[in-house]
C-alpha cells in the first residue's frame, strides 16, 4: 500500500502491466521519454524500454488503426490519447474497426486495447481541452467505457481494461488528477492524501468491469454519476442535506443496472449527474432505464444535472459546470415534488 | 455573396473518354518491358527515387520474360497461380449469377485483377498476415481455402463461417493468412501495419501485406498507415491496387494525373514500386523484392499495381453509365490470364488443351461448392440460429444482449 | 405538382437549389457525371457545370473539411457522404470545426454547409450499409440533424437545410427511397406514387426545421419516430389496434419538444421508435424528456422500441430490424399496465 | 502468446541529443546560401522533384543577399517585418509572464519562429486568408491588429472579442484574413484549401494560405487537404512550420529521419520547397513564387519552413525535461530577427540605435495594450455577459439554451 494521486495510481497500473506481460505495450503522442503531458507514463520509457513505451505521430486514428493491428497480432497494447476532444479523429477505428472486429469475424480477429484518455473540464482548458465524450461511445455496440473516480479504483480499473478481451475506452477525469475536487472552485485544492481511496496496493489487483460502487447510502434519493462528478455529488448531497444514495457508475458499458434499479427501486427518486451537455448524453440513456424499470417505484420524475447545450466556454467555465449547487438544487426539486 | 459563375475556374478533373466516346487512355507513361533496372533491396531511398515513375513489367509481347526483375520461383509456382487465377474468375462469374438469381444480396468481382492476390499469396509465407480489399478471393483461391466456406458465407447460410453477420464476400480467414474484411474501405490499411509491428517487437521474420484501392488512397487512413510504417520501419509491403476506376469515378479524381500512386511512396522515404499489375512475373519479383526488404529489417515498401477493373464495381453497378463499354477490352496491358498461358505456353510447360481441363476442373469444383451451398440453403432459405445475432459483441455477452435474447424468445 | 419518390424530390431539392443561388455546389463520391450511387444527383453535373456538382476523393474526412472551408467563404455547398456509415472518418470535422465554428469565432466564421446521407437498413447492407448514426450528432451542440420521411418534407426539408446558415446533418431513410417500407418485408414493395405525400411541388418550397408533423391523431398513446420507422409505427399502431397518435420528428435538432410534451400530457403514454441500437439512442433522450416534464401525465412507463444491442447483421436484417410486429407489442403493454 | 523480449527489433527513432547531451543535429542537409536555382513558376512539377530536398537561403552568414531567390520587395517592406518580428516577441514576453502571474490560462510563444507568420502577411494581400495554427500572431502584428484585442481575448474578459469562448491566443479575425483558430492541431488545414477553392469558383483570384506544424503533419487531415488542393489545383500555399519539435517529440517521431516534409508534396504532383525559415528574404521570395502560382491559376505549393522552436511548447511545458537547453542557442540557422537586423544594417538602411527605439516602442505598446486590457480585467476578474455562453451556439438560439439561460436566471 501507498498513497498515491490518480496519475501515480494510473501509472503504477501501466508499470505492473508492463512488467507482468510481455505483450503489454504503451504509446501515445509524448508518452515515450517525456512521459506525457500529464505524466501518466513517467520514467516507464527508462524502466521497460524504448519499444515498450514509445511517443508516436500525431495521428489519433493512426495510433488506434496502429493498436488495432497489434491487437489483432496478440498483443495488448495500451494507447494514450492526449485529450479526449483529440479522441475524434479515431472515432472511425474505434466504432467501424475495434468495436466491430470480433463480432464481424467471428471471434477470429479480436481488439483487446485499451484507449487511455484524459477527459472532462473544470481545468480552464477551453472548448478543447474540456469535452466528456462519453456518450458518443456508451452508444456504440461493442465497445466498454470505463471512468474511474479514485486512485484505487483507477489502478484497478485500469489493470481490469489491458486485461479485457474487448476494446476498452478508459476516460480519466483529469480535474481529479491530483485531489478529490467536490466542484467548489473558490476553494483551495485538496489532495488526494487525506482520501481512503488513495492507499493503493503496489501490486497487481484488478476490479470488474461492470461493478458500480455505493459511494455513499441512502433512503429519499439515488444519484448517479461517474468520474469527478462523483465527488461534486457528494458535495451537493451534503449542501442539500438529503438522505441520497451515491452510486458511482466506474463503468457505463458494462452498466450496472442492478445496482440502480435497486437503489432507485428503494429510494423511489432519481438525479443524474454528468458533466457533459445534457441533450443526447449519457443521462438520457440512464433516465430511460430508471423509468422503464422503476416507474412504479418513482415518485419524482428523474432529473438530469448536466453541462448545458453550448461548447465548454473559457470564461464561463463556472457556470457551465454543473457543480454542487446545481446537483442541490436537483436534489431539492425531486424532493419538494 | 453572389458572382459571374461564367468566370469560375474551378479545375474538375474528367476522364478523356465517356460512354459514347471512343477509348482513350491519355498519358499511361507505360514502360517497354524489361526496361526497367531492379535495385538491390539495401539500395538506399534517394537512389530509388526514379522508380514511382517508371513500370516494372517483364513479360513482353510475345510472353518471354525481359530485364532484371525475375522472380525467384520454385518448380509449379507458376502454373499454381494459373489454376487459383482461374479459379477465382469462374467463381466470379458463377457468384455474379448467383447474385442476379436473387440467391444472394451482393458480390464483387476481380476479373482483370487475379494476379494481385494469388501471387503475393504464393510469394509470401504462412505466417505473413494479407490486410485484402474485397477483389483479393484470388489470395484465399491460392492457398486453396474451401470454396464451400466461401459460398456459405456469400449465402449467410447456416454454415456460414461468419455466421450471417457480415455481408457477402467480407471473408475473415485467420488460418489463411487473410484478415478480416469490412465495406469501409481503407480503414484496415493501418491494422496491417500495426501487425507487422507486433511481429517486429516480438523479433519474428514474419511480415504484413496490406492493399487498398487507388480511390482510397485519398482517404487519411493511408497516410497515417504510411506515416507509421516509415518512421517505425515497419515489415510491412503496403499495395495500391489501381484499377482505374473506384466505383464511377476515374483516378484523376485520386490525383492520377498529377502523379502517380507509386511516388506517394516518396513522402515517407520509402521505396515505391509501380508495377505492371497484369503481368505476373512483374508481380511476383515485386512482391518478393518488398518482402525481401521487409524481413530483413528494412522496412516498408509501397507497390503500385497498376491494372485494370475489367467489370463493374459490384452487382449494385452498371459501368455503361459513366465510361465507354469497350474500354476494357482495350486496356494495353492485357488480361493477366491470358498473359500468363501465354508466357507458359512459350515455356513449353502449358497448352491449349491442358488450359482447357483446367477450365473444366475449376468450373467442376465451383459448381460442387455451390450445390453444396444450395443445399444447406441461399440467403434467406438457411441462417445461422438467431442466437448468433447476440454472440460476439463482446467476449461474453453483457444484460443487454442477454434480455434482448429474451425478447425474442431464444 | 408531380408526383415524386424520395430520389426525386431529393433531385428535385438540389436542383431547384441550384438553379435559384449560385452559391450553391455540390460534391461527393460519385455523384458527379454518374450521378451518384442512389441517382440523388443524377443529371446535375450535366444541367448545371462540372464544376457544380462534381466527383470527389474517397476521404470523407476530406470532402467535410473542404465544405467548411468553403462555406467559411460565403458558399453554401452541399456535400454527399455515400453512405451514413462513412460518415465517421468526417465525425472530427464536423463536431471540431463545423459545430463550432461560429460559437468560437463569435460569428466572424460560420458553416452553412449540408451533408446529406443516406442512412438505416432494411436494404440487406450488412453492417456497414445499414447503421443509423443521429445520436452522436444530436449530442453535439451547433449541428441540426433532420430526418425526412415523405417525398414532400424530403423535398421542403432539403432546401431548408441547404438555407439554413448553420451545418445540417441530412440523413436520407435509403429503405424508403422508393417506396413507403412499412416493415413489412414479406410483402410486395408499394411505390410512392399512391402516397399523397408523393405529391411534390416542382418549385422552390421549403419546411422549417424543428417543426414535427402529427402523422396520426390519437387518444391513448404518443408514438414518437422518425424516418423509416415513421411507416413502421402506422403499420404497428394498426396492426396494435390502438389509438395512438404518431408523431413524425421531421428534425432531431432542433427538436420539437413542445409538440412532443402536449401529445403525452394528452395521451399519458408513450412509444419512441428508432432503428438505431437501443443503448445511449436518441430514445434515452426522449425518453428523458418525456419523464422530466410528463411525469404526472404518465399512465405507463416509456417504451423504447429500437434496434438490438448488437452490429447489424446480414442474415439477421429482419430479426435486428424493429417491426411493426414489435412496435405493437410496446402498444400493447403500456395500454395493459 | 508470449515471447522472448530481447529478441525485438521494433525501432522507435530517437532524437541526436537529449538533457545533459552535447547539442547535436544530425544531418541537417543546409545547403549553403544562393545555391538553390529559382525555376519559372510555370515550370513543370517532374523538373522541381530535387527541390524538396535542397534549403532555399538568401542570407549568408554576413547578412548579404545571395542566389536568385530574391523577393520583389517595396520600399519598407523589410522594416514593417521586423517592427511586426520585434513586436511579436516583446507581446509574447509579456503575456507569457502574464500568464506565470496567474492572470490568464494559458499562453504559446513563437519565439524563433517570427518571420512566418510576419512575412506572408506582408507579401500577400488584403483578400488573402490565412490558416493560422496557434503560433503564427505575428501575421496578425504585421496587419497592425489592435494588441488590446489581443490581450482582451487573452484574458477572457468583458472586451474579449471572441466573448470569453476560446482559450487565449485560439483568435479569429475575418478583416485582418485570419481564420479562426482552435485547440485541434490539423482540422483547418482543409479549410484552406475549400476556401480557396471557393474563390477559383468565383473566378476570384483572392488565394488562401494554410499553416501546420511539422509534428501534425502526420495528421490524416494533411494528406486529405493536399489531395483536395492537387485534384482541384487550389489556389493555396501549404505550409509545414517544422520547427523541430511537437510538444517533447522530436520531428523523427513525423518521419523527418526519412524524409524531408517539403518532399510530401511529391506525392500530389505539386511544387515543395524547402526553406530556411529564419531568412526573412528566403520566406518572402518563397511566399511569392508560391503565391503567384496560386494565382495565375498553376496551383498549390507545399512549403516546409525549416525553422526551431526556441522556447517551451506552450506555458504548459518544460522543454528541458526532453532536450537540451542548450540547443535553441545552438539553431545552425540563427536567429530570424537578427539576421533581418544584420541585413538591414548591411544595407545601411538599420543601426543600433534605431533598432533599441524600436524596442523601446514596442514594449510602450505592449505595455499600453496589457494595461488596458487590466484594467478592463484578467481572467476571472472580468468577463462577458453570462448570456455569451448562450449565444452562438446556432444562428438563432433553440429552447434549450433559452430554457438553460432560465435556469441560470438570465
Ligand atoms: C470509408 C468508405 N467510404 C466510401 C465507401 C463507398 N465505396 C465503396 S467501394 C468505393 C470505391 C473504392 O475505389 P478504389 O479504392 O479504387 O477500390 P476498387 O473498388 O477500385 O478496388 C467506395 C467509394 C466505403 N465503402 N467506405
Ligand atoms: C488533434 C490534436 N491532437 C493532439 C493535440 C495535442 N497537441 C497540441 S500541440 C501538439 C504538438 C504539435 O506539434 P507541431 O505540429 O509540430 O506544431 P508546433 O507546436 O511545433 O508548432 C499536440 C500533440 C491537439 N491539440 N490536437
Ligand atoms: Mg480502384
Ligand atoms: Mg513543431
Redesign the interface.
Known amino acids: 500500500m501507498a498513497v498515491m494521486n490518480m496519475i501515480q495510481a494510473l501509472n503504477s497500473a501501466l508499470d505492473t502491466m508492463l512488467a507482468r506481460d510481455?505483450?503489454v505495450?504503451i504509446f501515445g503522442?509524448?508518452v515515450?521519454?517525456?512521459g506525457g503531458?500529464f505524466r501518466v507514463t513517467d520514467k516507464l520509457q527508462e524502466k521497460h524500454?524504448?519499444?515498450?513505451c514509445?511517443?508516436?505521430?500525431?495521428?489519433?486514428?493512426?495510433i488506434v488503426?496502429?493498436?488495432?493491428?497489434?491487437?489483432?497480432?496478440?498483443?495488448r497494447?495500451v494507447v494514450e490519447i492526449q485529450?479526449a476532444?483529440?479522441i475524434?479523429?479515431a472515432?472511425?477505428?474505434l466504432?467501424?474497426?475495434a468495436?466491430?472486429?470480433?463480432?464481424?469475424?467471428?471471434?477470429?480477429?479480436?481488439a483487446p486495447i485499451t484507449v487511455r484518455s484524459p477527459y472532462g473540464g473544470g481545468i480552464?482548458?477551453?472548448?478543447?481541452?474540456s469535452q466528456s465524450p462519453e456518450?458518443?461511445f456508451?452508444?456504440?455496440?461493442?465497445l466498454?467505457t470505463v471512468i474511474p473516480s479514485t486512485p484505487y479504483d483507477a489502478k484497478g480499473l485500469l489493470i481490469a481494461a489491458i486485461e479485457c478481451?474487448?476494446p476498452v475506452i478508459f476516460l480519466e477525469p483529469k480535474r481529479i488528477y491530483n485531489g478529490p475536487f467536490d466542484g467548489r472552485h473558490g476553494q483551495a485544492l485538496t489532495s488526494w492524501a487525506q482520501h481512503p481511496a488513495a492507499q493503493v496496493p503496489e501490486d497487481h489487483y484488478s476490479i470488474a468491469l461492470?461493478k458500480a460502487a455505493i459511494v455513499r447510502e441512502g433512503a429519499d434519493v439515488t444519484v448517479l454519476a461517474y468520474g469527478t462528478m462523483v465527488h461534486v455529488a457528494l458535495a451537493g448531497i451534503a449542501d442539500a442535506g438529503v438522505d441520497a444514495e451515491l452510486i458511482d457508475l466506474r463503468s457505463i458499458?458494462?452498466l450496472d443496472?442492478?445496482a440502480i434499479v435497486a437503489s432507485v427501486k428503494k429510494t423511489g427518486r432519481c438525479v443524474i449527474v454528468h458533466e457533459?451537455?445534457?441533450?443526447?448524453?449519457?443521462?438520457?440513456?440512464?433516465?430511460?432505464l430508471v423509468?422503464?424499470?422503476c416507474?412504479y417505484h418513482?415518485k419524482?420524475?428523474?432529473?438530469?444535472v448536466a453541462g448545458?447545450?453550448?461548447?465548454y466556454?473559457?470564461?464561463?467555465e463556472w457556470?457551465?459546470f454543473p457543480g454542487p449547487d446545481r446537483v442541490a438544487k436537483a436534489l431539492a426539486h425531486v424532493m419538494e415534488v | 455573396m453572389t458572382n459571374d459563375r461564367r468566370s469560375g475556374r474551378l479545375r474538375v478533373p474528367e476522364p478523356s473518354s465517356r460512354p459514347g466516346d471512343p477509348v482513350e487512355f491519355g498519358d499511361l507513361a507505360l514502360s517497354p518491358a524489361g526496361a526497367v533496372a531492379r535495385p538491390d533491396i539495401d539500395a538506399p531511398e534517394p537512389c530509388l527515387r526514379d522508380l514511382p515513375f517508371l513500370l516494372i513489367r517483364t513479360l513482353d509481347d510475345a510472353g518471354n520474360v525481359v530485364g532484371g526483375w525475375l522472380p525467384d520461383l520454385a518448380d509449379g509456382d507458376l502454373i499454381r497461380a494459373l489454376k487459383a487465377m482461374v479459379l477465382t474468375r469462374a467463381f466470379d462469374e458463377r457468384m455474379f449469377k448467383i447474385q442476379r438469381q436473387g440467391k444472394t444480396s451482393f458480390y464483387m468481382k476481380s476479373r482483370g485483377e487475379e494476379a494481385l492476390g494469388a501471387v503475393p499469396s504464393l510469394a509470401l509465407r504462412q505466417g505473413d498476415?494479407c490486410?485484402p480489399t474485397y477483389r483479393l478471393v484470388s489470395w484465399l483461391m491460392a492457398r486453396d481455402y474451401p470454396l464451400e466456406d466461401l459460398v456459405n458465407q456469400i449465402f449467410s447460410n447456416a454454415q456460414d463461417?461468419?455466421?450471417g453477420?457480415?455481408l457477402p464476400i467480407?471473408y475473415?480467414?485467420?488460418d489463411y493468412g487473410f484478415?478480416?474484411l469490412?465495406g469501409?474501405v481503407g480503414?484496415?490499411?493501418?491494422?496491417?501495419?500495426?501487425?507487422?509491428?507486433?511481429?517486429a517487437?516480438r523479433g519474428i521474420d514474419d511480415i504484413?501485406i496490406g492493399y487498398i484501392g487507388e480511390g482510397t488512397t485519398a482517404e487519411?487512413?493511408f497516410h497515417?498507415?504510411l506515416?507509421?510504417a516509415s518512421?517505425y520501419r515497419a515489415p510491412v509491403v503496403l499495395c495500391v491496387t489501381n484499377n482505374q476506376w473506384a466505383i464511377s469515378t476515374f483516378s484523376g479524381i485520386a490525383g492520377a494525373q498529377e502523379t502517380t500512386f507509386a511516388a506517394k511512396a516518396i513522402a515517407y522515404g520509402i521505396p515505391g514500386l509501380r508495377v505492371d499489375g497484369n503481368d505476373v512475373l512483374a508481380v511476383w519479383a515485386a512482391t518478393q523484392w518488398a518482402a525481401a526488404r521487409a524481413r530483413s529489417g528494412l522496412g516498408a515498401t509501397l507497390i503500385e499495381f497498376f491494372t485494370y477493373r475489367a467489370e463493374g464495381h459490384s452487382t449494385s453497378d452498371d459501368p455503361g453509365k459513366y465510361r465507354p463499354s469497350d474500354e476494357a477490352s482495350k486496356w494495353p496491358l492485357g488480361d493477366p490470364v491470358e498473359r500468363l498461358k501465354q508466357h507458359l505456353i512459350a515455356l513449353g510447360e502449358w497448352d491449349d488443351s491442358r488450359h482447357a481441363a483446367l477450365e473444366e476442373s475449376v468450373a467442376e469444383a465451383v459448381r460442387a461448392a455451390v450445390k453444396q451451398g444450395e443445399a444447406v440453403g441461399t440467403l434467406g432459405q438457411s441462417k445461422p440460429s438467431v442466437k448468433e445475432m447476440f454472440e460476439?459483441?463482446?467476449?461474453e455477452p453483457?444484460?443487454r444482449v442477454l434480455e434482448q435474447r429474451g425478447e425474442v424468445g431464444i
Not at chain 2, 187 to 199: D, I, N, Q, T, Y
Open positions: 510481455p505483450d505495450l503522442e509524448d515515450g521519454y517525456f503531458v524500454g524504448l519499444d515498450r514509445f511517443d508516436a505521430p500525431i495521428a489519433e486514428g493512426g488503426a496502429t493498436a488495432i493491428g497489434m491487437g489483432a497480432e496478440g498483443l497494447p485529450f476532444d483529440y475524434l479523429p472515432y472511425d477505428q466504432v467501424s474497426e468495436a466491430r472486429l470480433r463480432y464481424r469475424s467471428n471471434g477470429e480477429f479480436t480552464f482548458g477551453g472548448q478543447t481541452h456518450a458518443i456508451a452508444h456504440i455496440t461493442g466498454k478481451d474487448d461492470g458499458v458494462p443496472v442492478d457533459a451537455s445534457r441533450f443526447g448524453g449519457f443521462g438520457g440513456e440512464l433516465s430511460a423509468t422503464e424499470r416507474f418513482l419524482a420524475p428523474t432529473q438530469r448545458w447545450d453550448t461548447p466556454p473559457h470564461a464561463f457556470d457551465y | 498476415m490486410f463461417p461468419l455466421k453477420r457480415q467480407l475473415s480467414a485467420r484478415y478480416s469490412s469501409n480503414s484496415r490499411f493501418g491494422h496491417a501495419v500495426g501487425w507487422a509491428m507486433a511481429k517487437y504484413a487519411g487512413d497515417e498507415a506515416t507509421f518512421v460476439g459483441v463482446f467476449k453483457d444484460w
